[in-house]
T-cell receptor, first 112, second 114 residues
Framework: GQQLNQSPQSMFIQEGEDVSMNCTSS?????WLWYKQDPGEGPVLLIA?????ELTSNGRLTAQFGITRKDSFLNISASIPSDVGIYFC????????????FGAGTILRVKS | NAGVTQTPKFRVLKTGQSMTLLCAQD?????MYWYRQDPGMGLRLIHY???????AKGEVPDGYNVSRLKKQNFLLGLESAAPSQTSVYFC?????????????FGAGTRLSVL
């Protein structure tokens, strides 16, 4: 079953708005990853986080590794039409054999 | 740079037919994975391999078999396809299965079983 709870499930926002999504779990993770999947393509890594409290940016994207190691969030500033897609969080935990565990995804749609 | 390449991109099968999905990576990665993606469920791990000649079961292995005869290739087989196996299949690879475990994905194979 799904060990990561990702929210929101979908978002429909105005171009230029900021976007926020998060992922939570009852388990502790050593690594948090955020992927984006464009329509008809495979997931592509956006940001990787390795330490509790870590805050990392990649252009207009900012992600944080929660202090409790049980959550992470992703912010997108000043959204543009090409931000459309599905965003997945993924965690790595020794408890799951260092295999990736994925959230269900957040579908982002942008009104131009 | 090719990265992870999956073939075919699309396939339609009838119930009971068999097929093999091919994944090839040119990054000299040790670890390879097969996932399926279904609406609202994210990606679920079917089988994975930690090296040439080795395979292991993931979260949803039933109805699938895999082989890793060469380091760069990972094959996913469906012996007798069922409608429940209609899905998008993704292959991924990573250098090692460490706590970092950054996986690189192919573009996917869209399979419909009628």
């Amino acid at each position: 079953g799904q060990q990561l709870n990702q929210s929101p499930q979908s978002m429909f926002i105005q171009e230029g708005e900021d976007v926020s999504m998060n992922c939570t779990s009852s388990s502790i993770f050593n690594t948090w990853l955020w992927y984006k999947q464009d329509p008809g393509e495979g997931p592509v890594l956006l940001i990787a986080l390795y330490k509790a409290g870590e805050l990392t940016s990649n252009g207009r994207l900012t992600a944080q590794f929660g202090i409790t190691r049980k959550d992470s969030f992703l912010n997108i500033s000043a959204s543009i039409p090409s931000d459309v897609g599905i965003y997945f969080c993924a965690g790595v935990s020794a408890g799951y054999g260092n295999k990736l565990v994925f959230g269900a995804g957040t579908i982002l749609r942008v009104k131009s | 740079n090719a990265g992870v390449t999956q073939t075919p991109k699309f396939r339609v099968l009838k119930t009971g037919q068999s097929m093999t999905l091919l994944c090839a990576q040119d990054m000299n990665h040790e670890y390879m994975y097969w996932y399926r993606q279904d609406p609202g469920m994210g990606l679920r791990l079917i089988h994975y391999s930690v090296g040439e000649g080795t395979t292991a079961k993931g979260e949803v292995p039933d109805g699938y078999n895999v082989s890793r005869l060469k380091k760069q290739n990972f094959l996913l087989g469906l012996e007798s396809a069922a409608p429940s196996q209609t899905s998008v299949y993704f292959c991924a690879s990573s250098y090692y299965g460490t706590s970092e475990n950054i996986q690189y994905f192919g573009a996917g194979t869209r399979l419909s079983v009628l």
